[in-house]
């Protein structure tokens, strides 16, 4: 199921955007309802003093009380109801609702009459003071007060209210969620480009050249260099793949070549059968050689193509040194040179079996082959910092520094003649540098042209 960005953070946003606006438009409306309904609260008891202002003590019987309404004062749609102990003084025509629905005292009501809504206060106990007479409040007659006004101006109003905050309201989420679509569309073209400029590289082409303007936002600017290093690295793997698999033809085409001709030449004619064992154990140095070849190809490929590690144990440094020296050793007497080495103490390195073997044996044969007779080949190991540094150092021809930058690249040999005679392949530095990469470690050389090499090579240690 495709998910999309721009429709999920769209989403999100009116989400957000209409459940604010709701909960805006909600709490102003009741806001603005409560206060109206506290002005209509003041205007109802504003009446009720009114409407008891119309009462008074009869001059004839002082114990009772005389109502007499004055419609100048009193609202036509307004129902009370006025009493006293002895019984009703006044009411409207409809004034049973008012006083089946009335709470207890003090509190304002609401309630239906004739399908009209109507909003009441009932306040009891009220004492109508003569003026003329010297009585108190406690001896004073009372009487009790119910007063209703009808609610539909009020309930027009505030339906208009709604109405005008819900249209508002829509207004604002509609607007706010188009301007929402726009920012987040035009937020979201860098990755457009992004996907353009990636859709664009190829095999042939690894380029990855974004504009000025996307290279320079905050939010797609790591993932800009991130991507250029990777187009990068991407292009230079493979541009060493092709040259690799161009190279290894190139040796391999070169071997076949040369054994394919001493063939021919041993076929040639009636010779001995000398000349014919001459020119088959040409044929079998030659494929020696190109098994030689093979067996490193598929070495450099089994260490870097595996992303898994074997079988992993933690090994003795030095052991795996004066195994790799104990079987270059005879090699090394035959050219007359010598293998010493120098440890410091014993350290433990988390490796995969008969891998640094390899690397040791590697770096003694490459030295070998380089260096003068009656020579020294030293091998030192020492400790820093939980890093084991081992020291390959020969005294042999040296490198030359505009070969230096190449040195661990496959197939790559100082000389560019490719005959036979230069020994190698090219592969052995470079397999060197994958084991030592597959170990977490680090190999650096130096050399001088006539002096000498020397490999430095780290590896993390328990």
């Known amino acids: 199921m495709k998910r999309s960005i721009r429709k999920t953070i769209l989403v999100v946003i009116c989400f957000a955007q209409g459940l604010v606006t709701a909960t805006c438009a909600t709490g102003i409306v009741l806001y603005v309802r409560s206060q109206r309904l506290a002005v209509l609260d003041t205007r109802i008891e504003r009446r009720m003093t009114t409407l008891v202002a ?41 004034f049973k609702p008012l006083l089946q629905n009335s709470p207890s005292a003090g509190e304002f009501f609401s309630f239906m009459s004739q399908g009209q809504h109507f909003r009441g206060r009932l306040t009891r106990h009220i004492p109508i003071i003569d003026p003329d007479s010297g009585n108190s409040n406690e001896t004073a007659p009372r009487v009790d007060v119910w007063y209703a006004v009808p609610m539909g101006s009020f309930d027009k109003t505030s339906r208009k209210i709604v109405w005008i905050t819900l249209l508002v309201s829509l207004f604002w989420i509609t607007s706010s969620c188009l301007i929402a679509w726009f920012s987040v569309t035009r937020g979201m073209l860098p990755l457009g480009e992004l996907a353009q400029q990636a859709s664009e590289i190829t095999e042939r082409k690894w380029v990855f050249s974004v504009s000025d303007e996307v290279r320079e936002i905050s939010e797609t600017r790591p993932l800009v260099l991130s991507l250029e290093e990777l187009v990068a690295r991407l292009g230079a793997a493979f541009k060493r793949e092709r040259t690799f698999v161009s190279d290894a033809a190139h040796e391999l085409k070169t071997a076949v070549a040369i054994q394919k001709s001493s063939l021919q030449v041993a076929l040639q004619g009636k010779s001995a059968a000398s000349c014919y064992r001459n020119g088959l154990e040409r044929a079998l140095e030659d494929v020696d050689r190109l098994q030689a070849l093979v067996h490193r190809m598929l070495s450099l490929a089994s260490i870097e193509g595996s992303s898994q590690p074997r079988d992993i144990e933690w090994v003795a440094l030095d052991e795996t040194i004066l195994e790799a020296c104990d079987q270059m050793d005879p090699v090394a007497r035959a050219s007359r040179l010598t293998l010493k080495t120098h440890f410091t103490g014993r350290y433990y390195v988390a490796s995969e079996e008969g891998l640094l073997q390899t ?61 036979r005679n230069t020994g190698g392949f090219g592969l052995g530095l470079a397999i060197a540098k994958a084991i030592v990469e597959r170990h977490n470690g680090e190999i650096e050389l130096k050399s001088e042209r006539g002096v000498g090499t020397v490999i430095r090579i780290s590896l993390p240690c328990a």
């Open 359 to 419: 690397l040791w044996g590697t770096l003694i044969e490459n030295a070998i082959r380089y260096s003068p007779p009656d020579s020294v080949i030293k091998l030192e190991c020492s400790l820093r910092d939980h890093w084991a540094t081992v020291v390959v150092e020969d005294h042999g021809a040296g490198i030359q520094a505009e070969d230096l930058p190449h040195i661990f690249e496959r197939f790559y040999r100082g000389d560019t003649s490719r005959s």
């Open 54 to 94: 119309m009462i008074q003590v009869d001059d004839a019987n002082p114990s009772k009380l005389v109502f007499t309404p004055k419609d100048s004062l009193h609202h036509r749609e307004d129902n009370y109801v006025v009493r006293d102990r002895k019984g009703f003084l006044g009411s409207t025509h409809d």
